[in-house]
């Protein structure tokens, strides 16, 4: 009888094993190729902006020119002015209808000046769409687990000044001041 061999339970081990993978490769599938974006969602209405930090290229400028298929107008911010004007007149020339801004600062350096100007300039704009691809990890992430719980450095407030200040939800953003202010 085949109930008596001494390999049923690994037949039932693989059957198990073999309907976990199958969930998870069709769960894969499903995120990464089946499913379609939310991003429209905030479109509420046409010119809204999206602002995308660290676009003189790599996925900054792919983000850009994601947004600026899908109808968003673009605020470009970076820290070399010619690039910056390249990835511009980049997406001009595939994307004539959208608007684009540029917004050229350094924000590795330890002055807050940079995010409130920008803050300042957008302050009357629709802003729906933040990404927040500013920097890199050089002198950011500790190299050992002894730093790793220390307070985050200096370099990480322009990103945390930014991202408070952008509400992505909101059709009409609401900026702080410049004073750090604590919201539970």
């Not at 061999?5 to 693989?14: F, H, K, Q, V």
């Not at 939310?38 to 809204?48: D, E, L, M, N, T």
């Not at 009357?124 to 691809?133: A, I």
Request: with cysteine; glycine share 6%; net charge positive.
């Amino acid at each position: 009888m085949v109930l008596e061999s001494p390999l049923w339970p690994y037949s039932g081990i693989g059957l198990l094993t073999t309907i976990y993978v199958f969930f998870k490769l069709s769960e894969f599938v499903y995120l990464h190729f089946l499913r379609s974006t939310s991003i429209s969602r905030y479109q509420h209405k046409p010119g809204v902006w999206a602002l995308v930090t660290g676009t003189s290229d790599g996925i900054g400028y792919a983000f850009a020119e994601e947004l600026s298929q899908r109808g968003f107008n673009i605020i470009l911010h970076g820290r070399n002015p010619t690039k910056l004007n390249n990835v511009k007149a980049d997406l001009n020339r595939f994307f004539p209808r959208i608007k684009i801004r540029t917004f050229i600062a350094d924000v590795t350096k330890d002055s807050i000046t940079p995010i409130t100007d920008l803050v300042a300039e957008i302050n009357e704009l629709p802003l729906n769409v933040l990404v927040n691809n500013v920097g890199g990890t050089k002198g950011f992430v500790p190299t050992d687990f002894k730093t790793f719980y220390r307070p985050a450095p200096k370099k990480s407030t322009p990103c945390v000044k930014l991202t408070s200040a952008s509400p992505p939800s909101s059709p009409t953003p609401s900026f702080p001041s410049s004073r750090a202010t604590n919201q539970a």
